[in-house]
């Protein structure tokens, strides 16, 4: 956006950005719905599912501007 606003870029290079920001906004949230999953089935299969709560709020939070 500052390069738009400078003149160097334009409104198309903003809208491309913003859309590569949110693909891999997208692609992160996938992969850790992922984690979750196959950590929960994991668990499960382990006889350790009452644990997953505990491993949930340990975790990294995702969290985007």
């Given at each position: ?35 979750d ?7 499960y ?20 501007p």
């Amino acid at each position: 956006e500052v390069s738009f606003h400078e003149g160097t870029g334009t409104s198309n290079d903003v809208t491309d950005a913003r859309v590569a920001l949110n693909n891999v906004q997208v692609d992160r949230l996938a992969a850790a719905y992922q984690y979750d999953l196959q950590l929960a089935q994991l668990l499960y299969a382990s006889g350790q599912i009452d644990e997953f709560s505990q491993y949930i709020e340990k975790s990294n939070k995702v969290s985007f501007p």
